[in-house]
């Protein structure tokens, strides 16, 4: 049996209904493959992008303190042995050297993220107003780039390759994605916050995410063989629109 096609990932994850810090939790179905814990992946509330949230009374952001930090609440499960703890906690030290972002043990702050190792890699989309899951698999996810891509889901980024002007950077080649995986490559209604299109962020889908048979299904233009898909930690532009966005 082809493991890449076998694995078969029923997750059961909150969304925010995005209605004044009112959660509404509903059963998702998403069906993947090895790629999915590759790639890591999103829980996209579906009416949601960082710059419609900015409008309203609730926000999908994390709220600056008197002190200019940016707190996030997070408590880490116990079922992590203490060197993936190290590599969970050395990701978001990252994010604290760099930005205005940083990651607090929760004590009893009502929003805040559980980070735990359920089946596969995902996040929801920004704050969603309460406990919000970030899954982190154990052996697949537990690696600094895939946490620094879950985290900034959590804080309210969508995939790089999705953004509003993408047709210019990057060939969507739709023939040879998977059917069900398609909705992965739609477009957003980005705020690219003045940063341009970025083939190195950590955010940027690798060139065969979700394709049929390891076919690419994202390729850089006009020079194809710009590297894509990186998983190391943050880019400088993904430290830059961090930044921006929480006017650090
Ligand atoms: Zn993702």
């Known amino acids: ?20 810090g009112q959660v509404r939790t509903h059963p998702l179905n998403v069906v993947g493959s090895i790629n999915f ?21 609730y926000s999908c ?17 116990s079922k992590y042995d203490n060197s993936e ?25 009502r929003m805040y993220l559980s980070i735990e190792p359920r089946l596969g890699c995902s996040s929801t989309l920004g704050r969603t107003g309460d406990k919000q899951v970030v899954s982190l698999q154990r052996f697949g996810c537990v690696r600094r780039g895939i946490v620094q ?11 790089e390759h999705t953004r509003s002007d993408r047709d210019r950077y990057v060939k969507i080649n ?38 049929k048979l390891g076919a ?5 233009i006009p020079d194809s063989s710009v590297p894509i898909g990186q998983r190391h930690g943050l880019s400088d532009i993904d430290i830059r629109r961090i930044n921006r966005l929480y006017k650090c």
């Open 37 to 57: 814990l590759i790639e890591g992946d999103i829980l996209i509330p579906k009416k949601r992008t960082a710059m419609k949230c900015l409008k309203n009374a």
């Open 85 to 109: 703890k190290r590599v969970i906690v050395n990701a978001m030290k990252d994010f604290e050297y760099k930005t205005c972002i940083r990651f607090i043990q929760r004590s009893t702050q």
């Open 216 to 220: 690419e299904t994202i390729i850089p």
């Open 174 to 211: 739709w023939n040879n994605i998977k059917k069900y995986f398609v909705y992965n490559f739609d477009k957003k209604d980005t705020n690219n916050l003045g940063t341009p299109y970025d083939y190195s962020s950590v955010m940027h889908y690798g060139r065969t995410a979700f394709g």
């Open 61 to 77: 952001l994390w709220s600056k303190s008197a002190n200019g930090w940016v707190d996030i609440p997070y408590r880490l499960s």
């Open 149 to 159: 891509h879950e985290l900034l889901h959590a804080m309210g980024f969508y995939h």
């Open 1 to 20: 049996m082809d493991l890449r096609s076998s694995v078969s990932l029923l997750l059961l994850l909150g969304v925010c209904s995005g209605l004044h």
